[in-house]
């Protein structure tokens, strides 16, 4: 999933030079971009981010990204931290 979650945020970004633990925000992905990952994502492993979610730090890297996916797709709801 990481390796999925990886390819749409480098699609979205054009940012190349990250890995899974890379600051996304600081490697400088735009709050726009953000948004067409997440409709990415969303669409990618038909899942819909809830709101609590929706939040700077969900996108701050790839690893937490994939985590939250991984958590609405096995129905976990406690990602948050």
């Known amino acids: 999933m990481d390796d999925r979650v990886l390819a749409i945020v480098v699609n979205c970004t054009g940012l190349t030079e990250i890995g899974l633990d890379t600051d996304l925000w600081a490697a400088g992905m735009s709050s726009l971009q953000s948004v067409s990952v997440m409709l990415a994502v969303e669409t ?3 899942v819909e981010l809830p709101e609590s979610l929706l939040v700077r730090t ?11 996916v ?12």
């Open 44 to 46: 990618e492993f038909d």
């Open 70 to 81: 991984w958590a609405q797709l096995s129905g976990d709801i406690d990602v948050a931290s």
């Open 58 to 68: 969900t996108f701050s890297t790839v690893a937490r990204l994939s985590a939250a």
